[in-house]
């Protein structure tokens, strides 16, 4: 067929009417498309472009996609592109899959874009939708001790632009609004953990939260349960800082579990150090250890792992009397010192400097025993007289 003006179609500009387009070329102000097959020109603006590109549109050149005519009246420049835009079509389509993914019950994956105090934002082709602090997995959740918002709000900060899996628990129709959650994403996850769950399971999890009174471990991500201070160490837990972090790597042994209330133990995956300490020392070795900890009566130093032995004061000088073991020592200074007392049963061990006295002509320190309430052998009978009836 020749081409005369007769076959020619002009193609009909209107606002808001949807066309296809292919990518030509990316410019500085934007993506510029070639719009029914050459018909017009059109470029989509920067500040769209990135919204999209971090929604996953493929703006590559050669990519197609629809588009819809903003206004025939206004060209970018001089350059007579028409001003296309991608994203409102793209919202209904989005909505429209969201909304199966919810009914469906499916996990997705965001990437939130904002943060505010309540919680994070995620911003989908223009559609700002909400991903609740009370929703967000015990390892994401901000805890902090003393409720600084300002504190929260970093937290929260550092969470942006992290990918979430996700399920959907609310959706408004009438305003086009989802609420996340990642704590449902979990669920299955942290119900198979607790179908398997028995005592003395080994798990490894990630430290969540330090707090005064213990270390919060979350197995799987989504189970989450506290190792009281008691049970991170065998010795004294002066800074609880110092056996993790969060986002470290543990390992827990479940001690106790019934009802759902589970108690997790680090220190009953090692043996007991006192079960081992009578067999490599006795009274009157010679020690040497780091100054670990500093008390109003004396100084600790470290004897065998994380347990220490207490030098008191009256035994770190014959020659003057000590009222503050700093005079004599620093943290972390190796100080010799003799075994005075061993008493693995109340957990103890002491320790003399006074090495120029004759130390093995004493005796070592003995336990005293417990006087303890005996039953009387005489028993005295108490008899309740009951008041005469009136």
């Not at 629809?66 to 835009?85: H, R």
């Not at 995620?122 to 559609?127: A, Q």
């Not at 900060?157 to 609420?179: G, P």
Request: with cysteine; charged share 30%; net charge neutral.
């Amino acid at each position: 067929m020749s081409f005369t003006l007769e076959n020619l179609k002009m193609p009909v500009i209107r606002k808001w009417e949807k066309v296809s387009c292919t990518v030509l070329k990316h410019l500085n102000k934007g993506v510029v498309v070639s719009c029914e097959d050459g018909a017009y020109l059109g470029v989509i603006l920067s500040k769209e472009q990135k919204s999209l590109e971090r929604n996953w549109t493929d703006l590559s050149v050669g990519a197609k996609l629809e588009a819809e005519l903003l206004d025939p009246n206004l060209l970018v420049d001089d350059e007579g592109y028409y001003i296309v835009s991608v994203t409102r079509l793209l919202q209904y389509t989005v909505w429209d899959d969201y909304i199966a993914k919810s009914k469906n019950d499916e996990i997705i994956t965001i990437v939130p874009t904002e943060a505010n105090l309540w919680g994070l934002l995620v911003d989908i082709y223009g559609i700002k939708w909400f991903l609740p602090l009370s929703q967000l997995a015990p390892v994401h959740y901000p805890r902090v001790e003393d409720g600084d918002q300002d504190k929260i709000f970093d937290v929260l900060l550092n969470l942006v632009w992290k990918e979430f899996k996700v399920r959907i628990i609310n959706v408004d129709e009438e305003n086009k609004r989802l609420i996340f959650s990642e704590r449902e994403a979990l669920k299955e996850e942290r119900e198979k953990i607790m179908s398997e769950l028995s005592v003395w399971n080994i798990y490894e999890g990630v430290i969540s939260w330090v707090s005064s009174y213990g270390l919060f471990v979350t197995i799987g991500w989504g189970l989450e349960w506290l190792v009281h201070v008691s049970e991170i160490t065998y010795g004294h837990v002066h800074d609880i800082n110092f056996f993790g972090k969060v986002w470290d790597k543990v390992k827990v042994k479940v001690i106790w579990y019934e009802d759902g209330k589970i108690s997790f133990s680090i220190k009953k995956l090692k043996p007991d150090p006192w079960t081992i300490i009578p067999k490599e020392f006795k009274i009157w070795d010679m020690v040497e250890g780091e100054v670990v900890r500093f008390v109003p009566y004396g100084a600790f130093i470290r004897l065998y792992e994380d347990i220490n032995v207490l030098i008191h004061l009256s035994e770190m000088s014959e020659a003057w009397n000590i009222s503050n073991p700093a005079e004599l020592f620093k943290l972390w200074q190796k100080v010799k010192a003799k075994l005075i007392l061993l008493d693995p049963r109340n957990r103890k061990a002491g320790a003399t400097l006074k090495l120029n006295s004759k130390i093995s002509e004493r005796k070592p320190y003995e336990k005293k025993e417990r006087k303890e309430n005996k039953e009387p052998t005489e028993k005295k009978v108490v008899t309740i007289k009951k008041k005469d009836k009136e």
